[in-house]
Each structure stands twice: as C-alpha cells, then as structure tokens.
C-alpha cells in the first residue's frame, strides 16, 4: 500500500511530509480534491483522526496525524537518514529545533493570523503579545543563523524542513519587508531554503506579501442543509392543486389599510436640541486651512464651538507599553478609527502616535455631539474600553492649549516626536 496524505494541497503542514519524502526518496501520494470541511468530516476519516484535523497519514500500519508526527515517519522510512544528523548531539538539536519552531513560530504567527482571517476575537493587546513573542523567537533565531547555514550541521535537515514550513505563513500573509528586514540572517536562510530543488519542487514560487491583511470579522461556520425529501407522486400532485387554488381565488377585503413598515429609530443625538456648532462646517474649515492654521482653522474651532451641544474629550491608549512595533501600533489606530464609522455624523477626531522609537503612545482628543461620550459608541466600537477617557475642561488654558496642539498636530508634542496622526472626519 502506498503513503497517502489527507489534505488541501496547499497546506503547510502536508508540505513537511511531502518535502522529507523528496529528500528521502519515499512516495507519498497526495489524496485528490480534499476539500477542508467535507472530506474532513466523513466517518472514514473521523476512524483515521476523531478530531477532524488535516493532515493525515495513511501507512500500511494504520494512520498517523500530526503534522510532525508524519514528518519524523516519512525521515525514519530511510535508513540512517541525514535529515536526521549523524550523531545524537545533532538528533537532539534537530528536536529541539521542531519544537521551537512549533512552539515559538507557528504558534505565534498563528495568534497573529487567525483573528486577522476572522476565525477568532480580535483583541489588539492579543496581538501586540502574539508579535512580541514571534519578534523575540525571530531574533533568537536570527543569532543563531548569523554564523549558520542550516540549523543543524552544513546540510538540510528536517528541522529545516520544519522551520521553513512554519514560516511560510509568516512570509506570505503577515511578515512585510519592513518587518522581516529586522532579521536579515532569517530572511537569507528562509530564501535559500525555499529555493532547494526539493522545496522548490512542493512549495513552487514563494512571494513575500507586501501587506498586512485587514481585521476579518468573525466568519461563523455553515451549517450542513438538510437534503431535500423527494415526495411521493399522489402528494406532489396535491400540493400542485392546492398552490393553483390558492391562486384562483381572491384576496378577502379587509377594509383595514396595509400596515406601514415601521420606521428606523431615530439615534437619541438627532433628538437634542439644535446647536450652533455646525459639525460639517468645521469639518470643511479643517480640511481647507492649508496656511495659518492657528489663526484660521484653531481660532474658527473655537469660535463655532458649543458646550451645551457637543464635549471634547482626551482618550489615552491603555497599553502603550505594548506598542513594540510600529506598523502595528499605526494599524492599531487606523483599526480604530474604521470601527468609529457610525460615529461620524456625530464625532470629529485627532489620533496621534507619538515616540521616536518603541514603546510608541497612542493620544487622541474627540469632538462628539452631546454633552457626554454617545452611549451607542460605547456599545457598539469595542477599542472605546482600551483607552482612559478625560473629559477637556474649557475653562482651563493648559487643557485649551492641548486641545490646539492635537488638532494642529503639533510638534513636538508634549517634548516628543510625533510617528503619525489620524484624523477623524
């Protein structure tokens, strides 16, 4: 009997058995037209794996799962294979290696990924952790490969394999250039390895994505549908005779008028008396003010603004110290501010992400209708609990001259470089 692997042809995890048999010279046949969801829950493949999980191994002996349990069966099928060293110092340092490659890598990306893809919460200190982490694990990695071709010894091993295959995710879908260009000894190791023959020939052309995919919202599984009983012949028929009566006949007067559909709910701040703050009007001034700015657009702002009608309010980003990386932080902000769109007929906005070099920090002034922070923001945008908000206190110059700085966008501000600013409008 043949090897046979269970799995999408373009699964990660199936290219390390696929790769280890190229190089040990063992056929592993790769079953046709897996399709994730289906195939992997019929009850022949539940008898191979009872959890469902991708890949599986079909062996004379019975199956394996696991993606690395497979790989180590496919190396060991050849005798005293060098994917596995040639001593058992190398063996051990070879484990080690797929361990921390499972634990330290492809953990980590998939903590960044999965939520990003829609498949979990997305929970943007979760994700500050899941890239600390992986930078961490990358910069270890990248010391060590400073004076090492290969992570064991001076040829491929399996837990180059490993490694590799780990880090394709990483590459493809979240590691830009500015990212991975941290990890120069990583970047030259990963593009070495796959453009080995071998890998070459399973992984076919790699391209590293120039972008990090934006926040999916959460895709719920579907449901199986029932399958459709066909009906008997004499019921079919009287169903066909019961829909052509129904037609036939006319409609029963009621003498009662159709009921109006119901109208949307006005939002509570459309019922506030009018202001004289005219929000668009600012809007337009700010957007339009290319010179001056102090003396045209700050002294306009407050010229138009009305207490009794709109607040400003002072947010501070709760975990700055989290904010390791700089085109997460950014993304982080531009996150928020997408998720603030049912806001922007009632909101103004300023973000500013402020440092010269991490931890990076996350200030903002808001302008909302209303005298207080809009109870449907608070319910609705779940970043609104990540930050401590202060209402600004007008009476005070310091806190005036604040709110100036942040809308001009200020620098210095507060004796720091500003990385970036948002605006809200």
Known sequence: MALVLHARNNN?????????????????ELVNNFEMGVSNKTPEFLKMNPIGKVPVLETPDGPVFESNAIARYVTRLKA???????????????????????????????????PRAGFAVYLPPAEEAAISALKRALDALNTHL????????????????????????????????GFTSEFPHVERYFWTMVNQPNFRKILGEMKQTDSVPPIQSIKKPSQPKEPVKPKAKDEAKKEAKKEVKK????????????????????????????????LDEWKRLYSNTKTNFREVAIKGFWDMYDPEGYSLWFCDYRYNDENTVSFVTLNKVSGFLQRMDLARKYAFGKMLIIGSEPPFKVKGLWLFRGTEIPQFVIDECYDMELYEWTKVDITDDAQKERVNQMIEDHEPFESEALLDAKCFK
């Not at 040639?86 to 990306?109: C, G, H, K, P, V």
């Not at 295959?165 to 590691?175: A, E, K, P, Q, S």
């Open 80 to 114: 005293d294979n060098p994917l596995y060293g040639s001593s058992l110092i190398e063996y051990a340092r070879i484990e080690q290696w797929i361990d921390f490659a499972t634990m330290e890598i492809d953990a980590n990306i998939l903590r960044w990924y999965i």
């Open 247 to 278: 037609e036939a006949e006319p409609k029963e007067e009621t003498g009662e008028e159709d009921v109006a559909p119901k109208s949307k709910p006005k939002n509570p701040l459309d019922l506030l008396p009018p202001s004289k703050m005219i």
């Open 12 to 28: 990660k995890n199936a290219f390390k058995a696929l790769i280890a048999a190229e190089y040990s010279g063992v056929q592993v």
């Open 146 to 177: 400073a004076s090492n071709t290969y992570l064991v010894g001076h040829s491929v091993t399996l837990a180059d394999i490993i490694m590799t295959c780990n880090l394709l995710l990483g590459f493809n879908r979240l590691m830009t250039k």
